[in-house]
Every structure is written in C-alpha cells, then in structure tokens.
C-alpha cells in the first residue's frame, strides 16, 4: 500500500510560480515512477511529468516543458512539481500517483493516487 499526500496548491496570477509537494509513504518507491496528472473540469485526466525513483530520469509533457520541473526528495519520500511561468490554461486539479510502469503517460497505469491540489491560475 502506498499513501500519497499532495500540498501547495492556491491561486495564483498569470506568469506567477507554484511548488506543488507530494509525500509518500507506505514501502520503498525505489523502482517506480512517480507522476503528476492534472484534470481541468470537463477534462480528461492528462499527464504533466514524471520522475523515476532510481536514477532520477524524468519525463515531461510538450505543454510544461521548460516550465515546469519535477524532482524528488530521497531522504524525505517527497516529489516536487516546480510550477513557473502559469497561464490560466494550468488551472487544473493537480494529482501525484506512483506507477511500477516507466515512461508510461497514461492514468490507468499508475496504480496509486493523492487527493489532488487546487491549482487556479488567473488572468
């Protein structure tokens, strides 16, 4: 079982910065991926990064690259989402979720999920 708990949503104004944190706990994550999806109303689910455990390899959408940054506390079993440069089409609930699959963009194959934090971005 793995427990995840996201924090450091809010509002924020256009071209303004956001830290997003995601604690883990539960066992060891050292061979899987840790992702962060974020879901708009009347939106699908859609991946935003992701972070191997092991090697700190990441992965990115087309749409945050040189934005965002994800990256990864060992000692603390916490991942981070460094949010920069937010337009309002960022507003979105944003997840954290653990997936034994790397590379994988896709929901269902992450099989553990936070509570997601409110992330609004306005103009």
């Known amino acids: 079982q793995v427990q995840l708990v996201e924090s450091g949503g809010g509002l924020v104004q256009a071209g303004g910065s956001l830290r997003l944190s995601c604690a883990a706990s539960?066992?060891?994550?050292?061979?899987?991926?840790m992702g962060w999806f974020r879901q708009a109303p009347e939106k699908e689910r859609e991946f935003v990064a992701a972070i191997r455990w092991s090697g700190g390899f990441t992965n990115y959408a087309d749409f945050v690259k040189g934005r965002f940054t994800i990256s990864r506390d060992n000692a603390k079993n916490t991942v981070y989402l460094q949010m920069n440069s937010l337009n309002p089409e960022d507003t979105a609930v944003y997840y954290c979720?653990?997936?034994?699959?790397?590379?994988?963009?896709?929901?269902?194959?992450?099989?553990?999920w936070g509570q997601g934090t409110q992330v609004t971005v306005s103009s």
């Open positions: 979720a653990v997936s034994p699959v790397w590379g994988s963009y896709i929901p269902m194959d992450y099989a553990y």
């Open positions: 539960g066992r060891t994550f050292r061979n899987l991926a």
